[in-house]
């Protein structure tokens, strides 16, 4: 199905005022290759009538379904590995010696997408940090696509899902078989607390986080969202948290309040005046 240049134009403004998600000129390919199913759902035969549909007014669900469609929800467990390691022996640690008088740690997945991020975090608390087992952990992770958080609730996943980057141990432990699938018991599925959150409109009050993931979303985003969004993540912060990005973003020449953090694989980013160890709560 082609898509013809006005409906390309008028989809790509949608999304972009919709999600923040930037698709260029020559993303045609992309935007037909996802809106084509849709149609097909939708019972229209072309995109054509797609995008006519849109343009009416009282389009609202299907304008956010099409902006469900142009998400890229690509994810995986323990994805790019280091940033595990990097919470495990350095950030964690950290963490752990600063909030020993208060004995609460605060975690927020942005853009958590299906969910295997989130629980690749919770399982590397539960396997190395059993000292946490009495501290108040509060856990939660947000994507703008309702679809998605569903699935990550549900805590169900495919054989070929738990292939990519699941240890078999952790596998093991921490699911049960469901039929085909696999599916993470309960008591640790219920500790997050999946909800859905725009990254570009004004976000709800929210736990002040000791630890932001917020991986492989800004990538999607104009120079100008990045910024906001960064500065936004700033105030959601503790003052000696910590900021995960994807390996292709940075906080570098967007928002020069951030530090970066260079580590042997991959960096983190902490905010530039940062409480000394000493003076932490
Ligand atoms: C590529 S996935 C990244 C998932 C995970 N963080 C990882 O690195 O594996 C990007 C996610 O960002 C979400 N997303 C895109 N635009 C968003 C927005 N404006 N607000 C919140 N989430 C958004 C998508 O729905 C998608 O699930």
């Not at 037909?32 to 009538?49: F, K, Y």
């Not at 956010?64 to 995986?76: F, H, I, L, P, Q």
């Not at 100008?224 to 948290?241: F, H, P, Y």
């Not at 390996?247 to 960096?267: M, P, W």
């Amino acid at each position: 199905m082609a898509i013809a240049t006005a409906d390309f134009e008028f989809v790509c403004k949608l999304v972009d005022q919709r999600t923040g998600i930037v698709l260029d000129k020559g993303k045609e390919y992309l935007v037909e290759s996802r809106l084509a199913p849709l149609a097909a759902r939708e019972g229209l035969a072309s995109l054509d009538l797609l995008v006519a549909r849109l343009r009416k007014p009282g389009a609202d669900p299907l304008a956010r379904k099409v902006c469900d469609a142009m998400t890229t929800n690509e994810t995986s467990f323990f994805r790019d590995l280091h940033p595990f390691e990097t919470l495990r022996r350095t950030v964690l640690p950290d963490l752990i010696e600063r909030r020993k008088a208060t004995r609460q740690l605060s975690f927020w997945c942005a853009a958590a997408s299906t969910g295997q991020e989130s629980y690749s975090v919770l399982m590397t608390l539960l396997e190395h940090f059993p000292q946490l087992a009495d501290w108040k952990v509060s856990f939660v992770a947000t994507d703008i696509c309702g679809e998605v958080l569903a699935k990550a609730r549900a805590g169900r996943f495919t054989q070929l899902e738990v292939n990519r980057g699941l240890p078999a141990a952790l596998l093991v432990k921490y699911f049960r078989k469901e039929g085909a699938d696999w599916e993470l018991i309960s008591d640790v599925r219920k500790r997050v607390d999946f909800r859905e959150l725009n990254l570009t409109t004004a976000w709800p009050a929210m736990p002040a986080a000791d630890v932001v993931f917020m991986r492989n979303v800004l990538i999607y985003f104009s120079i100008e969202t990045k910024k906001q969004i960064l500065a936004k993540a700033r105030r959601v912060m503790k003052d000696d948290g910590y900021l995960f990005l994807g390996g292709a973003e940075t906080t570098l020449n967007l928002d020069e309040a951030y530090e970066r953090v260079q580590l042997e694989k991959g960096s983190i980013y902490r905010k530039a005046a940062r409480p000394a160890l000493a003076a932490a709560a």
